[in-house]
């Protein structure tokens, strides 16, 4: 199908109802505040697989390595990203995908993610996925372009059987699973159809695709390729959809429907009160909390740490740090798992802890709503985080935190409150 016969004007209205859609993914999670502090994490999981493979440690396992801490992070990312991991599962009886157990065919792949985080062009990303097509490796095809997506979100746009299948009851197109060159051809197509919606959509190919995810797993019906009467029927449905989203909740109860900023604001007036100096995460620091700025009354820079440290980038998108008012050492950290990956959270947190930063640290907190902390305990004790069992790193739930933040405010010296009220996760 040409992308002259695509039917304009209802395709603009089905993209005005998906983005006021509180359930679809352009609010669930293309505008979700914690997304672009994911990007930081996962690249620099994957640059630790590079490093792996370039030495030659990087074994032949999937479970427990630096690759399935890169790729469980890219899977958590909210819908469309569900089920992303599996394209990367070994499979013994097929013996897929060949990176495991075949040494040249993980080195191409390492190659394949070096080249792709160290190039700024498309054409560079374009001839990465070509060196990595010619090798043929079995079972290893255009899922890895999740990956690339978040090195490239303007180049490399997300990839499954959802996007895929919404990409074709959109413009007609016959798109297969599992090809570098079908993935390309739609890649080409989604730039032109992100274009013609530049208005609507955004140069993170994040939101296009995302549309066309929650098209292709039936949450929206595509406009009908052509009949009036097939239009009227869309369009009656389309209504009904939008009618339902519009009296959605933000979650089933009360505990959701805290926001991952009020959590924020809470832990910086609790380290305020303390006495300690505060840092909000870098790209948090402009959100509206409480009539003001979230960071409001906070320092604006990591002193002395604000020299290009190696992992200083990674630390300056932790949550919330508090700080010695003297000597600006860190002396507690806190990751909000609202509802966020948490692979995420315990890899910044390694990265303080492991680095320069960590010498004076004395507390390590991941605060999550109390029906989280099953996950947290579960994700912590995953082999690949050993690391984190001599690190002291704590549960602090909403409700502990709600319950006493008053009281550790007015009467608690340093983090012996804060520490009272959290729970050893090791």
Same mark, same amino acid.
């Given at each position: ?12 209205r ?25 990007f ?21 396992l ?44 993980q ?18 990303? $374009?001839? %990465?996925? =070509?060196? &990595? ?5 079995k #079972?290893?095809? /255009? *899922?890895?372009?999740?990956?690339l ?18 990409y ?8 297969r ?27 993170? $190919?994040? %939101?296009? =695709?995302? &549309? ?5 797993? #039936?949450?929206? /019906? *595509? ?27 933000t ?26 100096d ?9 959100? =509206? ?7 409001? #009354? ?32 860190i ?29 004076l ?37 909403y ?12 009467f ?15």
């Amino acid at each position: 199908m040409l992308d002259s016969e695509i039917n304009v004007e209802p395709l603009r209205r089905l993209i005005e109802s998906w983005r006021a859609d509180p359930g679809a993914t352009y609010r669930g999670w293309f505008l979700w505040e914690e997304r672009l502090k994911n990007f930081r994490s996962i690249r620099r999981g994957i640059e630790q697989v590079v490093r792996e493979i370039e030495k030659g440690s990087f074994g032949n396992l999937y479970k427990g390595s630096s690759l399935e801490i890169a790729v469980k992070s890219v899977a958590e990312q909210r819908q469309i990203f569900k089920g992303a991991d599996h394209a990367f599962l070994w499979k013994p009886k097929l013996r897929i995908p060949d990176i495991y157990e075949n040494a040249e065919n993980q080195r191409a792949f390492g190659r394949f993610l070096d080249t792709s985080a160290c190039c700024s062009t498309e054409v560079q990303v $374009l001839e %990465a996925i =070509a060196a &990595l097509e010619r090798c043929q490796i079995k #079972g290893l095809g /255009p *899922a890895a372009a999740n990956l690339l997506y978040f090195l490239h979100p303007t180049i490399a746009p997300p990839f499954n059987t959802a996007i895929v299948k919404g990409y074709n009851s959109v413009t007609g197109a016959k798109v297969r699973l599992g090809s570098w060159p079908d993935y390309l051809a739609m890649r080409v197509g989604m730039l032109r159809l992100n274009a013609r919606y530049r208005d609507l959509l955004s140069n993170d $190919l994040g %939101a296009v =695709a995302g &549309l066309l995810f929650d098209v292709g797993s #039936g949450r929206y /019906p *595509a406009p009908p390729k052509e009949g009036a009467d097939g239009l009227d029927t869309w369009a009656r449905d389309l209504d009904e959809i939008r009618s339902k989203a519009a009296v959605q909740t933000t979650g089933p109860n009360g505990e959701t429907d805290r926001t991952h900023t009020e959590i924020q604001g809470w832990l910086r007036d609790v380290g305020l009160g303390l006495g300690y100096d505060v840092w909000i995460a870098a790209n948090d620091r402009s959100r =509206a909390y409480n009539g003001g700025r979230l960071s409001d #009354g906070c320092v604006g820079d990591l002193r002395p740490f604000d020299g290009g440290t190696a992992g200083m980038d990674a630390v300056r998108l932790i949550d919330v740090l508090w700080l010695d008012k003297g000597e600006g050492a860190i002396h507690a950290a806190f990751e909000v798992e609202h509802t966020t990956s948490i692979y995420s959270g315990i890899v910044r947190m390694l990265d303080l802890a492991l680095g320069p930063c960590g010498s004076l640290l004395k507390g390590l907190y991941l605060v999550a709503p109390d029906s989280r902390e099953a996950e947290v305990r579960a994700q912590v004790a995953r082999p690949a985080f050993a690391a984190v069992a001599n690190l002291d790193v704590r549960f602090l739930a909403y409700s502990e935190l709600e319950r006493h933040r008053e009281a550790i405010i007015r009467f608690g010296e340093g983090l012996k409150a804060i520490r009272s009220v959290s729970k050893a996760l090791t």
